[in-house]
């Protein structure tokens, strides 16, 4: 027996799990993340290298995204490689999409949301208005419905291949003024990601532009937003919203975000890079993602955690809201939801998947007279 199949034996002994997160984000954030152990193919004779820009331009997400990516060739014996870049280092956030399907990237992991302009399914994909609100929740729409499936039959059709789901945490809104109900969101100048979550506060009365994260910390020192929708305290914070805002306005107790409590990211790749890899390397990367996902979202959890006493030691007002304002959203949002899922088939799919799983006796927070009169067609 060779030296290179006894140290590969004693590998696969030492480290028998694919599927494990590391016990704190401060692990990968500091050190190299291990995982499954590496499978490099014996005829694989050079590295391949993947250009991956992520939708993080700084803090928290944007450092455990650069220390992940630098464990990967590591992991796997030098056959695989990702060179990372912030967001916009080499195509502007919105047009990360486009970068990678043109060949400028190779893949990216970006806040899936940013697409439903040009697929309006991808709305459903990462968290609106009223709709799934705890990662769990997502996780049954991927992995006890058909939800990863259909997702990638959708991005198929683009030539991208959908990996997984990245968790995320929930959004808030910084704002110049407070905000405590439902009214105070009238005409007021506010920054959203598109989307449901756009029309939602477009409802509510709010004058809604569409930016880009790495233009939110300008508009509110120019003043051309007064308030805006980004990431949560962590994140926040490291961009220094506290020094353009002094009022921050979240969900009721329990639910941090009515809007964005789960923020998805995704990892995705140009179809024909992915097609490149072994059947072992696909496997293999799927189980890495997965893996990114928990460090990822125990990373942003943790910072969040720490951040809040920040916010707070700066002035910043935070307010929650009222209970009474649940039903108000809910009557907003409930057309919206069907409004999209008539927009493509796609969508369609997408919610009726998500639709059985709120009117289950698992969650159980969406009944029929909610919609009454309402129906999907597309």
Known sequence: ????????????????????????????VGTAAVSAPFIRNAAAAETTTWKVQTSWPAGIGLQTFKA???????????????????????????????GVKNGVLEAMNSFTLYWA???????FLSSYLMG??????????FYSKDGLKVTREIFAKQGLYYVNRIHHGPNIIHSKKPIRTIEDFKDLKLRVPGGMIAEGFAAAGAKTTLLPGGEVFSALEKG???????????????????????FIW??????????QPVDLMD?????????????????WLEDEVQVYSNVHHAAIQKADLEAWGKFEKAGTQINRMPLEDLPKWQRIATP??????????????????????????????????MYKGLKVEA
Not at 117 to 123: E, I, M, S
Request: with cysteine; proline share 6%; glycine share 6%.
């Open 132 to 141: 799934l609100r705890y990662p769990h929740e997502w996780d049954m729409f």
């Open 336 to 369: 919206i939801w069907f409004k999209w899922a008539n927009k493509d088939h796609d969508a369609a799919r997408l919610f009726k998947m998500q639709l059985e799983l709120m009117e289950s006796h698992t969650l159980g927070y969406v009944t029929p007279d």
């Open 224 to 246: 051309t937003i007064e308030a805006a929708d980004y990431t949560g305290p962590a994140v926040n914070w490291d961009l220094g919203f506290q020094q353009v805002s002094k």
């Open 267 to 283: 990892f995705v790749v140009r179809m024909d890079v992915h097609n490149k890899l072994s059947p072992k390397m696909k496997s």
């Open 117 to 123: 302009g040009k697929l309006p399914a991808t709305a």
């Open 1 to 28: 027996m060779t030296t290179e199949r006894k140290d590969q034996l004693q590998n696969t002994v030492e480290q028998p799990g694919r599927r494990r997160a590391l016990k704190t984000a401060a692990a990968v």
């Open 250 to 259: 979240t969900g009721p107790p329990g639910l941090e975000s009515i809007y």
């Open 68 to 98: 992940w990516c630098g464990t990967i060739k590591e992991k796997t014996g030098g056959e695989l490689e990702f060179k990372p870049f912030a967001a916009k280092e080499v195509v502007g956030d919105f047009e990360l999409i486009d």
